[in-house]
């Protein structure tokens, strides 16, 4: 049976050799032996986000407060990838959905899984899924999947729409817990923006005008105004010396609730949600089959002749591709993983670890699972 998630589909559409050099090589792949700081951000996101889901407890009722996530992301190897401001920013990212967004998902719904691993079996080829999270909505029963992105940009409800990713996993839940599933959303967690080297996001850095002793208090806004300076929230001191927090932690979640309380619109904008995502049905039937087709057809590739060149997709509006080096430096090319810019993939579907256990190649291989 063939292996096949959506990371390989989309590789395969944006250029068929970096599909080759993702999977393909040697049976495996390859990857870059530095973790790009965009996609280390990425995994520090979502792993906190994991750890904070796994209880429905809101953070102020939890016996450790928000510590278990942060811990967690903080003891990550792609923690210490990023600088100071994006760990701030992480950190900020996570509580935020904790404090705004989780306590409404858990007064509507039920969980179902986490991060569980889905499969589905089409003509011979295997598509492998992981959603964030499933829920079963409490009062008519309908299970929904949500997908976490963070974003940087300005954010667009439209594309969402005809994203594989939603389609493809609402289809995977289906097979797996024999029931439809009502549909999709994405959940929206603003990265902010850098301007000449700076961050700007009210969640990372604010602005306050410090009081005068016996005459009025320290005022803080999340917005530039005249008057006031910024500062880290790290720095938050709350409305007194007296209950000043003691931890940047601390400052952070008494910010958001400061925030939550005076800035509602602020917290909200950070946290965007698209309108409800409906499976296209008909689209993913032809879908199939067009993909199923294609994974054959790499599947029995005996050189590169499958995989042609996509250049505009070398450096693109989205970035400089990762494989640049492996497709144009010539001592990159013949020996990408000696050239120590690659290392080979290690598999995170559990398919693929099955496989890889076995010490077999992908191809052609029949899956073993218990």
């Known amino acids: ?50 750890k904070l889901t796994s209880s429905h407890l809101p953070l102020d009722e939890r016996e450790s407060g928000p510590r278990p996530p942060l811990d967690h992301m903080a003891s990550l190897p792609e923690w210490k990838m990023i600088e100071q401001d ?14 705004e967004v989780w306590p409404k998902w858990v007064e509507q719904y039920e969980k179902v899984a986490i991060e569980q691993e889905l499969e589905f079996e089409h003509d011979g080829v295997l598509y492998m899924v992981r959603p964030d999270i499933l829920l079963r909505d409490k009062t008519t029963g309908e299970l929904w999947y949500p997908d976490f992105k963070t974003y940087g940009a300005g954010w667009s409800n439209r594309k969402w729409s005809y994203a594989l990713q939603q389609h493809l996993t609402i289809l995977a839940c289906e097979k797996a ?15 902010g923006s850098r301007r000449e080297g700076k961050l700007y ?34 720095q938050y001191g709350g409305d007194s010396a007296l209950n000043a927090p003691r931890t940047g932690t601390e400052a952070l979640h008494r910010w958001i609730k400061m925030l939550r309380k005076k800035h509602p619109e602020v917290m909200s904008n950070l946290f965007p949600r698209t ?38 997709a070398c450096e693109s509006m989205y970035g400089t591709c990762p494989y640049l080096e492996a497709c144009w430096v010539s001592n990159v090319h013949r020996a990408p993983e000696s ?19 076995l010490n077999l190649g992908y191809h052609g291989l029949k899956v073993v699972r218990e």
Request: glycine share 8%; hydrophobic share 35%; aromatic share 12%.
């Open 177 to 191: 817990t024999g029931e439809q599933v009502a549909g999709s959303w994405i959940q929206g967690l603003s990265k």
């Open 1 to 50: 049976m063939l292996l096949v998630d959506r990371t390989r589909i989309e590789a395969d559409w944006t250029c068929p050799r970096k599909r080759y050099w993702l999977t393909e090589y040697r049976h495996r792949g390859i990857v870059p032996a530095a973790t790009p700081k965009p996609l280390a951000f990425g995994i520090v996101v979502h792993e906190g986000l994991e």
């Open 275 to 312: 309108p409800p995502i409906f499976m296209k049905r008909e689209m993913m039937t032809e879908f199939l089959e067009q993909r199923t087709k294609r994974e054959k057809e790499i599947a029995n590739a005996a050189d590169m002749s499958p995989f042609p060149q996509n250049f505009s």
């Open 86 to 99: 994006q760990q701030w920013l992480a950190q900020a990212l996570v509580l935020g959905f904790g404090e």
């Open 201 to 234: 996001h009210p969640l990372v850095y604010g602005y306050r005008k410090h009081g005068s002793p016996g005459l009025y208090t320290t005022a803080y806004a999340p917005k530039r105004k005249p008057g006031f300076e910024r500062f880290p929230i790290t």
């Open 339 to 357: 050239s120590g810019l690659y290392v080979m993939r290690t598999p995170h579907h559990e398919a693929e670890r099955t496989v890889l256990k």
